[in-house]
């Protein structure tokens, strides 16, 4: 296992990472990438252990649902680089598990899982294409490298361009799960290409773009001054991928199962940060109304009611999917597209809804309310902290902290952030219409139907 101090030195590897215009060279010292540098070098350490067979529990397989279930909060106390590895690896091991007729390219997932987890590298993913003309599918692009693509095969591997985008945290990881986005067609196989390619392989170059604020005194974002990790736009430029990294090339008819393998457990985390998410909006809706004086009043009451019921189903239905769980051929624990998928659906339609809850209970402040600083100045400080005083006796630094809280996670940069993630992490809100309605049970929906109206399903066919 590595330390924080070692995988602050492994990202200094020769990785083209590129910020704002300006190469960086130096990622642990840089202002904004070095923030969550720290973040996941001090993941490292919390969980490291020193023998030499040690493994993160972070990156290990569930083989129950308990197991399933003990493994999100681990998580959730872990940083973003630990999730999308996780996700990574369930991933990888999903895919196996669905193409059986593919025993080399099993064989080269699973040495490379059991090298990942040996090594405690981090891996991020990428997925989403460039795309160009969305009107047209990957063959029939004008430019053939909107799609990532293979460009030459050698006896020894395969040359890949293109681009992949929305990859959380690649610059901060070790390896680049590359897979293709969607199902592919004959004569697409050059772009039924899945492989994992090292951040500072030749060619890969990756640009980033983060929310993290720019301000010198950060309490007024007291989230998102820590709680954040870049966007990579990455490039592959020619890059060259060696057999034994390649998990798939030319095969179409399993071009999406690498896609669908993600979006499952992309959705579970999605799924679960929605829930706990859920809980803290609820938990300063009603801090809120409290240092606001209102929390008696009947339509704030009924706001609060809807948002503590939206939680709860949200959480019911990551219970369900977890208990509800499916095995695959080696054991691994995975869960029920159904509820996942119904319940990732559910919280991110809704989340905007829940969000105008909180605005509307919170008033304008959360967007006008003086800085922390401007409690210190010796003219206005004090008369803002008078006149910021609010309901129950609440001192008014600590009802500017409630307001700067709510902009910081739903109305600032890192606010937009999540609203845009929510809806499209694992899939915008149509992926999760059809893969629920497909592991819906409609024939037993329509049987149940009929019974209860004394009919039978071979009177349809009269």
Known sequence: MLTGEQYRASLDDGRATYFEGERIDDIPNHPILGVACNVAADCYDRFYAPEADARSPLMGTPKSAQELKDRIPLLHSADMLAHVTYSSIMTLITAAGRMPDMPVYNARIMAYVEEMQAKDLRITQCITDAKGDRSLPPGKQPDPDSYCRVVERRADGVVIRGAKLHITGASLGHELLTIPTKSMKPGEEDYA??????????????????????????????????????????IFDDVFVPNERIFLDGEIQYAATFAHSLGLWERLGSLAFLADS????????????????????????????????????????????IFNCNFGPDGAAFPDELYINAGKYHGAANYSQIVRHLHDISGGSIVTAPSIADLENNEVGALVRKYMAGGNGAPGEYRMKLFHAIRDITADAYGGWRFVTNLQAGGGLYAQRIVTRMHYDLDSAKNSALHSAHMQMDEAAE
């Not at 090292?198 to 993290?212: D, E, F, L, M």
């Not at 609820?282 to 609060?304: D, S």
């Open 193 to 234: 290409i899945a492989c994992c390619v090292p951040v500072n392989a030749p060619g890969v170059k990756i640009v980033n773009t983060s929310y993290a604020p720019r301000h010198a005194d950060t309490r007024d974002f007291p989230v998102s001054a820590t709680d954040h990790c870049p966007e990579g736009f990455v």
């Open 278 to 321: 859920a809980d803290v909006l609820v938990g300063f809706a009603q801090l809120i109304a409290e240092a606001n004086g209102l929390e008696r009043v009947g339509h704030v009451k009924e706001k609060i009611s809807d948002m503590i019921i939206h939680a709860t189903l949200v959480r019911a239905s990551l219970e369900a999917a």
